[in-house]
């Protein structure tokens, strides 16, 4: 990659960004001394692995980790799959209203998680879905930012191709699943991404609904390390890497196509 005079402004704002990540993978390393020490220590005196231990060891932990890959990968795929409809539908189908609908939709972006959360709790209590799995799923199948974003990816896509595939006689539906969505992998992938991030990182909409353990997800399940009276800071510390890393393996995975979605889907600032 060609040098740009940014890397030397961008190379010290990355190393900042970076260090608290350091410091908690070497402090998962750590005893519970060592981590409450003062002045904190930065390098582990004599490594161990006693909060992976402590982690892995915990019966319910691995069931909090297929909890939150049950619940991103549920949320991610309804994502894909309704916001590429209603985004497609926005973006080349013309309807009385359109307008104000997608205007309508747009607003709830800017309506703050506080003012639904207890609507949200009372809909999941009618349907029966309090403390479980499905009601963190639900209130998540589909995402206003979603549409938007693959709504404007598929405005600055070239209509040529879904004319030809019409004249051809390829139905709506047949147009958008082979044309569009081939085209659209950018955009899909980040929404994914993004999606995967929010669903993976949530801590207080599980908090709210799901009670009993056994169907905690892991930011969930990570919060009974910690105590009044006593703390395992090494468990929280390994648990905390071992919870970031598919979430870095995610970003990893789809910057470039992340990156590829805000150059052309009129995102960029």
Not at 178 to 203: E, G, H
Request: charged letters at 10%; glycine letters at 6%.
């Amino acid at each position: 990659m060609p040098f740009n005079p940014w890397h030397l402004a961008l190379a010290p704002m990355a190393v900042l960004f970076a260090l608290p990540l350091v410091w908690l993978g070497l402090s998962s390393f750590m005893s519970n001394a060592e981590i409450n020490r003062f002045p904190p220590a930065l390098f582990p005196s004599s490594p161990h692995l006693d909060g992976y231990t402590y982690v892995l060891r915990n019966a319910e932990f691995p069931v909090w980790f297929g909890n939150s890959c049950l619940v991103a990968g549920a949320t991610v795929l309804s994502n894909l799959v309704l916001c590429s409809l209603a985004a497609y539908g926005f973006a080349r189908m013309r309807f009385r209203g359109a307008g104000v609908v997608f205007g309508l939709l747009m607003a709830t972006l800017v309506v703050p998680f506080q003012l639904t959360m207890i609507p949200t709790f009372l809909l999941m209590r009618q349907l029966g879905l309090t403390d479980s799995l499905p009601a963190l799923i639900v209130p998540n199948l589909v995402s206003a930012f979603g549409v938007f974003l693959l709504r404007q990816f598929f405005l600055a896509l070239p209509p040529e191709f879904e004319d030809a595939a019409r004249i051809d006689g390829c139905t709506r539906l047949g147009v958008l699943i082979r044309i569009v969505l081939p085209l659209a992998r950018p955009a899909l992938a980040t929404l994914a991404v993004l999606t995967f991030l929010t669903t993976w990182n949530d801590l207080t909409w599980p908090l709210i609904v799901i009670s009993t353990e056994h169907n905690y997800t892991l930011q969930l399940g990570l919060t009974t390390f910690t105590g009044q009276h006593r703390s395992q800071w090494s468990a929280v510390m390994a648990g905390n890497v071992l919870t970031t890393l598919p979430v870095l393996v995610a970003f990893l995975v789809g910057q470039r196509n992340f990156v590829a979605s805000l150059t052309s889907s009129g995102l960029k600032g």
